[in-house]
């Protein structure tokens, strides 16, 4: 069974920093991963999408890079903004219809 | 484009009532999706339905039917409320790509 694990759980720093945040599975045959957004009492919105055939993909301040022999992606956000703070989540999807969650990173961006 | 749009946002029951939360997409994708979300447990699936006329069970479908009424609409019914399902529903579609309704807020009194 894909087990999806998001490290750091919780995560606080000034505004201005470049982050990395962290996702890994456990099974590499995987066709896609999607990194979310959440903010407090929304719904999730979609950020990037990376295929299994791509090794990242970019939108603005934020980059995603997918590396399946390892089992792991990486959200990279360029200079940070208190904006910026949210739940990020990310999600792989196998040969099923269904896709697998991690629990999240809780970020924090401080003035 | 409205993108996912689900019904009602709130929702307060007393344990014993039935409801049933709406769901609809316009972006014409084959897979749609019931999710809970509730605090250390995060998102949890309900049931899914991979195209128009199929439905299947996720991890937690105890206490919940769904029906594919069309491509578009995807509802969840709750027929008989607990406490235990006070949750924030989430509707999503997907057809490779995942969108999300903005949620029901539901308490079970």
């Known amino acids: 069974k894909q087990e999806v694990t998001q490290i750091p759980a919780a995560l606080s720093v000034p505004e201005g920093e470049n982050l990395v945040l962290n996702c890994s599975f456990t099974d590499s045959a995987i066709y896609n991963l999607q990194w979310f957004r959440q903010d407090p009492g929304k719904g999730l919105t979609s950020l990037l999408l990376i295929q299994s055939s791509q090794r990242e993909q970019t939108s603005g301040r934020l980059n995603a890079s997918l590396d399946k022999s390892s089992g792991r992606s990486t959200l990279y956000i360029a200079a940070s903004q208190p904006g910026d703070s949210a739940t990020y989540l990310c999600?792989?999807?196998?040969?099923?219809?269904?896709?697998?969650f991690g629990r999240g990173t809780s970020l924090i961006v401080h003035p | 484009n409205a993108g996912v749009t689900q019904t009602p946002k709130f929702q307060v029951l007393k344990t014993g009532q039935s409801m049933t939360l709406q769901c609809a997409q316009d972006?014409?994708?084959?897979?749609m999706y019931w999710y809970r979300q509730d605090p250390g447990m995060g998102l949890r699936l309900i049931y899914y339905?991979?195209?128009?006329?199929?439905?299947d069970k996720g991890e937690v479908p105890n206490g919940y039917n769904v029906s594919r009424l069309n491509k578009r609409e995807f509802s969840l019914r709750l027929e008989s409320a607990a406490p235990s399902q006070t949750s924030v529903y989430f509707c999503a579609s997907s057809n490779e790509k995942l969108f999300f309704g903005s949620g029901t807020q539901l308490s079970v009194l």
């Open positions: 999600a792989v999807y196998e040969g099923s219809y269904i896709p697998t």
């Open positions: 339905s991979a195209s128009e006329g199929t439905t």
């Open positions: 972006m014409n994708h084959n897979s």
